[in-house]
T-cell receptor, first 113, second 112 residues
Framework: KQEVTQIPAALSVPEGENLVLNCSFT??????LQWFRQDPGKGLTSLLL?????REQTSGRLNASLDKSSGRSTLYIAASQPGDSATYLC????????????FGKGTKLSVKP | DGGITQSPKYLFRKEGQNVTLSCEQN?????MYWYRQDPGQGLRLIYY???????QKGDIAEGYSVSREKKESFPLTVTSAQKNPTAFYLC???????????FGPGTRLTVL
């Protein structure tokens, strides 16, 4: 059964620092991986989706990488800002013909001014 | 302005009551999903539907029911059989299983 793990559970950094969030999954037979952001009491906002044939995706200061063979993905945030403070979740599809996602528990990021 | 709407934002339920959470999307997506989020846990799948008039149970379907009579709508009913319904409920959709999944703003349900 697919399991998704995110380490660390919480991270606090000073403003301006570059940082990396980690996501690992146990079954490498995935067709994509998504990174989401969640602000307190809000829904999820999709940040990046990486298809299984891709190694990286970039959006602004965000860069996500995918290594299927090792079961890992990283989300790199450059020049962090207080507005980046949120919980970041990664998710992979359940598999087969289903589109529902299996989520990690998230990394809660706090960027201090 | 396309997106997913959920209502109400906050919902209070008394013991023994059934309540229905609304989810509507105008993205023309075929697939819709209901997830439950509890503090310290990841999102867990309750039900999903890949096409109108068809839906499947997810990992934690007991005590919940759904319908999919229209492409745009996927309401979730929390029945009195759900023993611990206090949680944050999120609805999502996508056009195909390989596509980005979009989420609504959520409904917070509290049992009084």
């Amino acid at each position: 059964k697919q399991e998704v793990t995110q380490i660390p559970a919480a991270l606090s950094v000073p403003e301006g620092e570059n940082l990396v969030l980690n996501c690992s999954f146990t079954d490498s037979a995935i067709y994509n991986l998504q990174w989401f952001r969640q602000d307190p009491g809000k829904g999820l906002t999709s940040l990046l989706l990486i298809q299984s044939s891709q190694r990286e995706q970039t959006s602004g200061r965000l860069n996500a990488s995918l290594d299927k063979s090792s079961g890992r993905s990283t989300l790199y945030i450059a020049a962090s800002q207080p507005g980046d403070s949120a919980t970041y979740l990664c998710a992979v599809p359940y598999g087969g013909s289903q589109g529902n996602l299996i989520f990690g528990k998230g990394t809660k990021l706090s960027v201090k001014p | 302005d396309g997106g997913i709407t959920q209502s109400p934002k906050y919902l209070f339920r008394k013991e023994g009551q059934n309540v229905t959470l609304s989810c509507e999307q105008n993205l023309n997506h075929d697939a819709m999903y209901w997830y439950r989020q509890d503090p310290g846990q990841g999102l867990r799948l309750i039900y999903y539907s890949q096409i109108v008039n068809d839906f499947q149970k997810g990992d934690i379907a007991e005590g919940y029911s759904v319908s999919r009579e229209k492409k745009e709508s996927f309401p979730l009913t929390v029945t009195s059989a759900q023993k611990n319904p206090t949680a944050f409920y999120l609805c999502a959709s996508n056009g195909h299983r390989t596509d980005t999944q979009y989420f609504g703003p959520g409904t917070r349900l509290t049992v009084l």
